[in-house]
């Protein structure tokens, strides 16, 4: 199973893109790349997956290396309520399960 | 609305005392999960299920048990709840089957605290 690496936590300036990086060296080739984030206690909330292409909606875009060992989630313009801890993970396709690692804290400053 | 729900919110129990925390999910999915998040250890997987009667276990599934007798309902079940199970849980589900291409819905969470 593919893991992935964040840093433990950043600081972004309200109203700044917020670029959060992850490593996944060991993704094999069907594995998709999927970004979630945790508002304190509250439920996971799916924001963007993404294979080999660039991916963009409502929330975010996602970005992926072409040699697939990096991706980088990019909030365009991040508000207070961006503050979270974002999830990068890699899934396992022959089981459906997914592995939460620990995650990048996001602060945004006022 | 699509969603999944879990009951209760919250929830003080003593140790040993059988209980069963409910989670129910709208949008016909096949696939239910549940987690468990502790400080500093992140979110665990504890069981899943890819289709009615279909369970298997995940990272930590000591001290629980589940069902799937329903599509929509994927109860976890505590028999003799202990301190230790002292945490915020997390149902999950999704669509499966068709590839990798969806995200989960999560539910609102669990705050279980065994004394």
């Known amino acids: 199973d593919a893991k992935t690496t964040q840093p433990t936590s950043m600081d972004c300036a309200e109203g700044r893109a917020a670029n959060l990086p992850c490593n996944h060296s060991t993704i094999s080739g069907n594995e998709y790349v999927y970004w979630y984030r945790q508002i304190h206690s509250q439920g996971p909330q799916y924001i963007i997956h993404?294979?080999?292409n660039n991916e963009t909606n409502e929330m975010a875009s996602l970005i992926i290396t072409e040699d697939r060992k990096s991706s980088t989630l990019i909030l365009p313009h991040a508000t207070l309520r961006d503050t979270a801890v974002y999830y990068c993970i890699v899934r396992v396709r022959r089981d459906d399960k997914i592995i939460f690692g620990k995650g990048t804290r996001l602060h945004i400053l006022p | 609305e699509a969603q999944v729900t879990q009951n209760p919110r919250y929830l003080i129990t003593v140790t040993g005392k059988k209980l069963t925390v409910t989670c129910s999910q709208n949008m016909n999915h096949e696939y239910m999960s549940w987690y468990r998040q502790d400080p500093g250890l992140g979110l665990r997987q504890i069981y899943y299920s890819m289709n009615v009667e279909v369970t298997d276990k995940g990272d930590v599934p000591e001290g629980y048990k589940v069902s799937r007798k329903e599509k929509r309902n994927f109860p976890l079940i505590l028999e003799s709840p202990s301190p230790n199970q002292t945490s915020l849980y997390f149902c999950?589900?999704?669509?499966?089957?068709?590839?990798?291409?969806?995200?989960?819905?999560f539910g609102s969470g669990t705050r279980l605290t065994v004394v």
């Open positions: 993404g294979l080999k």
């Open positions: 999950a589900s999704s669509p499966y089957g068709q590839g990798t291409n969806y995200g989960y819905t």
